[in-house]
């Protein structure tokens, strides 16, 4: 285990161009946060069976990633660098820690972007149904023999259309992001306004039919849905402010993020009965069942233009993780090269994108969401745990920098959230992310101990 660790430092200069504001990192952030959730989740069978008490699902996950959030607002405000929680464990833990939360990152930001280019993709197979356009079988799935499919082809082709998007200069590449999500509130607006007025309270009693584990099963599920907060700390070194508008974009987005979702859920099952809304497209389906067929339709059609923010959010962190392990020589040193022209990490996104193309091609992804988030929820928690030692050994913060409040108690309260949501998952789950913790472990020692930049030190 090593313990090399780096230098903080408040300011530094950097090859990305600066050109990021508040604004930009709310609009990254929302756009990676409101996708699938708010679009798919409310209607996944397992965090249903939680009932209308499912608005407590994400209550209870929306604390976790709060408290979480504070976390990363401090470190963003007193370690601005490129790498987001990466770099902070660098500081902090030392140079294995900091690979495993890099290793975990990277697999939480690549099945992300291949879970939502298959989900669209199903989404734009049944809207070209509805025309009567179809594909053979065997392009609209990832391999399964039995089932005839063995291509994704339209999730491959937003995948090559995302990868090309992100590899612009990053104020273009986000101009795209910040147009869809203006378009999403619209949609969550307009949901919102017409469903309120078919809530028939008694859709909400039992409001817990299946018991409190539901709620707590639903949370580890609904977990999902906010991710996405981390990839404004990505953005540190192309920001103007850094210090001041990381934190407020992670705050920011995470809590927009949370009152829609609530809202939503509350009107989802006081439309519908729980029972009946257990479809791909809950948002829609209470629209078509409240007798609003054409909103039904106009939400699916948004929420198939606006999943396209999520992808380019995280394939945009994707990138920019990709090439802070680079420069510090855990991966290899081609991913650090900045485009002269563009002034963004071309060769990272491209390699980003590679990967991306292949899982989200070949591979039905549905049975890694749990993987997804228990990665993430471990990484959160080193996170959180960081703040103590960081606080330990370089004191509170400066004047003027975001500070997490009641030290120790919150960081403790976030690590021990972070651990109650992990024991909600499966064997099944445990074992995969067992073989993912050995090939990070493999990857490491390797390659990235040999070629790290700490090691040439």
């Not at 798919?40 to 939680?50: E, W």
């Not at 007193?78 to 990152?105: C, K």
């Not at 949370?219 to 920001?239: C, K, P, T, Y």
Request: aromatic fraction near 14%.
């Amino acid at each position: 285990m090593d313990f090399r660790k780096k230098e903080i430092k408040t300011s530094q200069a950097t090859d990305l161009k600066r050109n990021l504001q508040l604004k930009d990192l709310i609009m990254l952030g929302i756009g990676a946060i409101i996708g699938t959730g708010i679009f798919v989740i409310t209607g996944v069978p397992d965090a249903n069976q939680a009932g209308p008490a499912l608005t407590l699902s994400f209550v209870l996950a929306a604390v976790v990633v709060g408290l979480s959030g504070l976390c990363f607002a401090e470190f963003s405000a007193r370690i601005p660098v490129i790498g987001g929680p990466y770099a902070y464990m660098y500081v902090v833990f030392g140079e294995f820690a900091a690979w495993f939360t890099g290793w975990f990152l990277i697999c939480e930001f690549l099945l992300a972007v291949c879970s939502v280019a298959s989900g669209w993709s199903g989404y734009m197979q049944g809207f070209l149904g509805s025309w009567g356009i179809h594909l053979p079988k065997a392009l609209t799935g990832g391999y399964n023999a039995a089932n005839g499919t063995y291509i994704d082809l339209i999730a491959a082709l937003v995948i090559v259309f995302i990868t090309f998007w992100v590899s612009q200069e990053a104020k273009k590449a986000l101009r795209l992001n910040n147009a869809m999500v203006w378009v999403k509130f619209f949609i969550i607006i307009l949901f919102i306004a017409v469903g309120i007025f078919y809530i028939k309270p008694n859709n909400w009693t039992p409001f817990m039919p299946n018991g409190t584990s539901s709620v707590f099963r639903g949370a580890s599920l609904v977990f999902f849905a906010f991710l996405g907060f981390d990839s404004v700390a990505m953005a540190a070194e192309e920001v103007k402010n850094p210090q001041k508008d990381v934190p407020k974009g992670i705050i920011g987005s995470i809590g927009i993020a949370t009152v829609l979702y609530i809202i939503v859920t509350l009107i989802s099952t006081g439309a519908v009965p729980f029972a009946k809304l257990q479809v791909s497209d809950p948002m829609a389906f209470v629209m078509r069942y409240a007798g609003h067929g054409f909103i039904g339709s106009v939400i699916s059609v948004g929420a198939i233009l606006t999943l396209l923010t999520v992808t380019i959010s995280m394939m945009y962190s994707l990138a920019r993780l990709l090439y802070a392990i680079s420069k510090d020589g855990l991966l290899p040193k081609q991913m650090q090269k900045i485009d002269k022209k563009t002034r963004t990490p071309k060769n990272a996104t491209f390699v980003a994108g590679a990967f991306a193309l292949f899982f989200a091609a070949a591979f039905p992804l549905q049975i890694l969401a749990e993987l997804t988030n228990i990665a993430a929820l471990v990484y959160l928690m080193m996170v959180s745990g960081g703040i103590l030692k960081l606080r330990k050994d370089f004191g509170k913060p400066e004047k003027g920098q975001f500070a997490v409040p009641l030290v120790p108690i919150l960081p403790i309260l976030s690590v021990l959230a972070c651990i109650f949501l992990i024991a909600q998952f499966t064997l099944t789950t445990y074992i995969v992310f067992g073989v993912t913790l050995i090939l990070g472990l493999a990857i490491y020692f390797f390659y990235g101990y040999r070629n790290s930049e700490m090691n040439k030190q």
